[in-house]
């Protein structure tokens, strides 16, 4: 079998696509003997230093990987270049999690309000996941709730979700807000879900994950749910990696901006005006004034469109004279 059809490099190629492989593993080759390099087996940092001395488009690139692996594998000789899977909030560098980055994204992101505290929850679950536990996409749209368990500490598969000292920031309650909520965005209870979501009846100054959660979440067949413009799950398709990659920069950028509002929750109190001690003599006054102004303002609204109608008339025939006869 030729590297161009092992199973671990994709279909067989044409003709013109495997002489244009063989003539990327012949440069490599040259340049590995000129420059004192083993092209079989070659190492990691001999690829990379191949790649930066010959640049090329990404597509180019890519072949040159995909025809040294091919001819390594095709050798019996291990994988020179090891994939690693891309992660979307890369691993710090620190044996502990920055969790300062987290914790700034998770404040910043809306908790109520549907349908925007409905996303927001979602994504900073999305968050903790991929930022707190460093899962990578294809562990975290596996997530189920056999996954989770829910105590006195929060546990996703086995690892311990932290707390910090402020609600809004908390890890552990990020994960307990949406699983109050996932239960009836499953089965497509709206009306729960607005209930779940209203700001008067919302607080950010207790943690959420030290009160009692009931066991509706795990009817949700699936945790990390698409969902659409209007705030509808659409269960039985996982969420996609590449919502996972457009949705956790967006949140990162909009936390570090200051772009999202804070949000106000509690009663609302009206604002009270300068009308609310009137008489009824004193009311039916006032409107009588405002009727004036209206009447007042259309007044000269049309008057300003008549004085534009005439401009526009008198710089029609000025061109008109103007123009050559013909």
Sequence with gaps: MTPQTSPKLGP???PDSEALLEAHWGRFVAWCEAAGHASLPATAATIEQFLTLFPGSASTQRLRR??????HLEAGLPDPIPTVEARVWPRPEAPTP???AVGEVLAAIPKYRYPIGLRGRRDAFLIVLL???HLTREQARTITPADVAVTSIVRIRGQVVPSSDEPASCAACAVTRWLRIVGPVWTGFRGDVIRLLDPTKGTLDRHDCEQPISREWRRAEQLL?????YGWART???????????IIPSRRAAAADGSTPKEVLGTVARRPSRFD???LQETYAELGETDAAVDAAVARMKALYDDATGLGRALNHATAATLPDR
Excluded: N, W, Y
Excluded at 225 to 229: A, H
Excluded at 236 to 246: A, N, V
């Design 131 to 133: 930022g707190v536990l």
């Design 225 to 229: 749910l698409p969902l659409d413009v």
């Design 12 to 14: 067989k190629l044409g």
């Design 277 to 279: 001690e009137l008489t």
């Design 236 to 246: 039985g398709i996982t969420l996609s990696g590449r919502s996972m990659t457009s």
């Design 66 to 71: 995909r025809t040294i692996r091919a001819h």
């Design 98 to 100: 920055d969790q300062t």
